[in-house]
């Protein structure tokens, strides 16, 4: 037997080899096409999360600068409160005639006052004073309902003022809220309308 007898069953051993791989190969195709599908849609979710954990590490990284100040703040609202009263005790006849000495007493509270307020602001810090508002539950606490003909619902008086620390609240508002209904007057005031009204007092004797 001659060499190129030799050689050409082998060369077609090696086509019919090929066309087996190929055939298997077409075959698969559908397969490795759905395992790439698969392993691109595991790849977007890993760095869809990764962005959502660098965004959410981010955001709390600047909420926890921004209410670093939370405790201090709280604490230093009772000094606001007394300040304020302080102020609020001061009759203005005894600011009107106050001495030289009293003068610089109550401007130098004032000033206090006002510089405490300031830097509360610089840190966020903003005064909640929500009278002809409505009633928030968030920002407002209600100790009392008043008979008024403000509508219902409605902030008519303010007991003590409410902060806020950013968007947060630091300190409620305590607030005295509309019923809605109107007051009823007393016997003296229904007597003296009574009284006031035109022809009431006219003499009918002669």
């Known amino acids: 037997m001659s060499e190129q007898e030799n050689e050409q069953p082998e060369t077609e051993t090696l086509e019919a080899d090929e066309e087996t791989l190929d055939a298997r190969a077409e075959d698969q195709e559908p397969d490795l096409r759905e395992e790439l599908g698969k392993v691109r849609e595991q790849m977007f979710r890993v760095a869809a999360e990764a962005e959502n954990t660098r965004k959410r590490a981010a955001r709390e990284i600047a909420d926890a600068r921004k209410y670093a100040v939370t405790g201090l703040a709280r ?3 009772d000094v606001a409160d007394n300040l304020s009263r302080a102020l609020a005790a001061i009759p203005a006849e005894a600011r009107d005639h106050a001495s030289e000495a009293l003068g610089g007493l109550i401007s130098g509270v004032e000033l206090t006052d006002k ?12 005064k909640i004073d929500p009278k002809g508002e409505k009633f928030d539950p968030n920002h407002h606490q209600a100790v009392v309902q008043l008979p008024s003909t403000a509508p219902a619902g409605e902030v008519v008086e303010v007991i003590q003022p409410g902060y806020l620390l950013g968007e947060r609240t630091l300190r409620a508002a305590m607030v005295a809220v509309s019923s809605g209904q109107a007051p009823v007057p007393t016997e003296q005031e229904a007597a003296s309308e009574s009284d006031a009204t035109p022809g009431s007092n006219v003499d009918t004797t002669a």
Not at 115 to 126: I, K, S, T
């Open 75 to 77: 604490d230093l609202l």
């Open 115 to 126: 510089n405490l307020h300031a830097a509360l602001d610089r840190h966020g810090v903003r």
